[in-house]
């Protein structure tokens, strides 16, 4: 197998990991009503992952930093594929929380590793479009995974989702074992100096534009499916369709919030993105309260979806300019950033679904992501402050 082949399979892999963590948001409704606990207890799933990637994923691997990456890469897939093999198990609420916590762990690793090695055995001149392929894979859950497994959950139960990831994921193992060459690990960075970097105001700034960005999506997106069959009166084969539709959109608006961000520049593509986002989600807030026409609601959901993950790539260069001597160090408190908003989000859209109604999360979305446009406004004007004063020392 060359190199090339070998970073798409890592992107499989990432693929794997990323339809594990989204896919509860396409099932929540039958794990529920399963489980016998409310939509809102189901949500907290999201959160309860998220949160555990996001704190954990910077320990383990600074803890593993000198271990071989293969032997790393296939021990933290061991641990995904067993907490796939406990969640397909054991339907109890109590134990798949258990699952989920355990599955965490191992994913944050796993996505980490694959990352670091596609860099290293990419062919030369290539290292950022072979981390950009495995990135892809993750964002392809979106796309294939979520529906997917809607649909097998519709057929076979939602039970069936993780045993075929788990059977997925030992295949991977052995695969992964047989070619993947042995990298050395490195130097572990001490999460002292990664922290250290929280105390530029810049820096804080920048990652709360990710937090209230995402946060915001997670809010809405987190109950998704019970949003389209209860509040928009969506049928479950409709349902489906939407899902799809949804993560195609979200693979397009990536491939051309990176290309804006070349053309015009990080300023004009992030805030586009987010008014665009604020714009959708009013929308769909206002439709289905008005005349929720399915494919009327499908096309608002390709407009949010689109706007949504246009600001991926551009917020990723963004926090790299602000600190560009420390751009790995910001790539991974954004990632961890990014995995803590999804948890806030499925918090905060658990206790809005509980306390006030299921039709709300669209409205605290808007609100959360219009909190974001602020902070990037205010981000904005501080670094064009930061260039006048250099210029002013020239």
Do not use: C
């Not at 397909?88 to 690793?109: C, D, S």
């Not at 990176?258 to 993105?273: I, Y």
Request: aromatic fraction near 8%; glycine fraction near 8%; proline fraction near 4%.
């Amino acid at each position: 197998m060359s190199n090339t082949w070998k970073v798409y399979f890592l992107a499989l892999v990432s693929f794997l990991v990323g339809t594990s963590e989204y896919v509860i948001s396409g099932i929540l409704d039958k794990l529920s009503s399963t489980m016998g606990i409310s939509i809102t207890a189901a949500g907290q799933l999201v959160t309860i992952f998220s949160f555990v990637y996001a704190i954990s994923t910077p320990i383990m691997m600074a803890l593993t930093a000198k271990m071989d990456r293969k032997k790393l890469l296939v021990s933290a897939l061991g641990i995904f594929v067993l907490a796939n093999i406990l969640s397909f198990a054991m339907p109890k609420f109590e134990l798949f929380v258990l699952a989920r916590v355990i599955m965490a762990l191992g994913a944050g690793m796993v996505v980490v590793t694959a990352l670091d090695i596609a860099s290293r055995i990419a062919p030369a001149g290539k290292q950022a479009s072979s981390i950009a392929t495995v990135i892809m894979g993750f964002t392809a859950s979106l796309i294939i995974g979520v529906p997917l497994g809607r649909a097998a959950a519709a057929a076979f139960g939602w039970q069936s989702v993780f045993g075929i990831i788990a059977l997925a994921g030992l295949l991977a193992m052995f695969v992964l074992s047989r070619t993947i060459p042995q990298v050395q690990g490195d130097e572990p960075v001490p999460l002292s100096k990664q922290l250290a970097l929280l105390k530029n105001p810049k820096v804080a700034l920048g990652l709360s534009i990710t937090f209230f960005w995402l946060g915001g999506y997670s809010l809405a997106y987190t109950y998704i499916s019970p949003y389209l069959l209860e509040v928009a009166g969506m049928n479950e084969n409709l349902l489906s369709a939407a899902l799809l539709a949804f993560g195609v959109a979200s693979l397009i608006g990536s491939k051309l919030g990176g290309f804006s961000t070349d053309k015009w520049g990080v300023s004009p593509t992030l805030l586009g993105g987010m008014i665009l986002h604020v714009v959708a989600l009013v929308l769909l807030s206002v439709t289905v309260t008005i005349s929720p026409q399915p494919f009327t609601v499908i096309a608002i959901l390709v407009l949010w979806s689109f706007a949504a993950w246009s600001s991926g790539p551009t917020q990723q260069f963004n926090l790299v300019r602000i600190a560009p001597n420390n751009s790995g160090i910001m790539l991974g408190l954004n990632q961890s950033m990014m995995q803590l908003s999804m948890a806030a989000g499925a918090g905060i859209g658990g206790i809005a679904v509980e306390q006030v109604s299921l039709s709300s999360i669209t409205w605290l979305g808007t609100i959360s992501v219009a909190i974001s446009i602020l902070a990037s406004l205010f981000l904005i004007v501080m670094l064009k402050e930061k260039v006048a004063q250099q210029n002013t020392n020239l």
